[in-house]
C-alpha cells in the first residue's frame, strides 16, 4: 500500500483522515484506487478528462511527478505520495 | 487577526523588495486559526517569474511544509508583492485562493514605502483583518 498524504482541504472527502492508503503500481492507479475508496476525492484529484488537476501538486516522496512521467509514474509499497494544492495569485 | 513576529515582518518585506521588479512570494508558517501567529517566514520561488502573477515554486512548497510540520507549527498562509498596485486581492488571487482556512498577506510596492495587510478569501469574499507585531 502507498501512503498517500492528503492536505487540510482534501481531508473532509477521505473521511477526515490525514494520510490513506491505496493500492497500484502508478500514480494513476493508486488514484483510481483512492477514488473507489473516497468517491469524493474523484474531482479534487483529476479533470473529467481523467487529467492530473492542474491546479494540484503531486510529490513522489520528494519529487514533483510532473517532472517524472505524470499520471504513469510508477511507484511501489514504500512511498510516499503528498498532495499539495498549488499556491498562485496575480 | 493576523499576529507576525517582528522578525516574519522584516523578512516578508525584505523578500519583496528583493524581489522586485518581479512579484515575490513566500510562506508563512506558526499556529493557525482566525487568530493566527506567523512565526516564521519561508520565502520561496515565483515559479511564473512575472510582475503580474505568481505561483510558489512546488518544490519550495513541500520544503516550507516539511520543515514547518518538523518545527511543530502548520503553513498558515502566503505573502506576494504587488509591485504595481494596491495591497489588496485581484481578482486572480480571489479566484485561485486555495484554502478558506489560510491568511493571505498582500505587500504593495507601489510606493516608497511599502505596504502589508492581511485577508481572508472565502467563497470569493475578501475580508481584511488586523496585522499585528509582536
Known sequence: MVDVRLPTLLRPAAGGSASVA?????????????????????????????????HLNVFLNDDDIRYLGKLDTTVSDADTLTLMPAVAGG | MLVLEAAVWEK??????????LEACGLLGGRGGDDALGLRAYPTTNAASSSRVYTVDAGDLLRADRAEAAAGGELVGVWHSHTHT????????V??????????????????EPVL??????????????????
Not at chain 2, 86 to 93: H, L
Open chain 1, 22 to 54: 491505496a493500492e497500484g503500481g502508478t500514480v494513476g492507479e493508486v488514484f483510481a484506487d483512492l477514488v473507489v475508496r473516497h468517491p469524493a476525492l474523484r474531482d479534487q484529484l483529476l479533470t473529467p478528462e481523467g487529467e492530473l488537476h492542474r
Open chain 2, 12 to 21: 516578508v518585506l525584505a523578500h519583496c523588495l528583493l524581489g522586485a521588479p
Open chain 2, 86 to 93: 494596491d495591497a489588496w486581492p485581484s481578482p486572480t488571487d
Open chain 2, 95 to 112: 479566484s485561485q485562493a486555495p484554502d478558506p482556512g489560510w491568511h493571505y498577506v498582500l505587500v504593495s510596492l507601489r510606493d516608497l
Open chain 2, 117 to 134: 495587510r492581511s485577508f481572508r478569501i472565502r467563497d470569493g469574499n475578501i475580508e481584511e483583518e488586523p496585522v499585528v507585531l509582536q
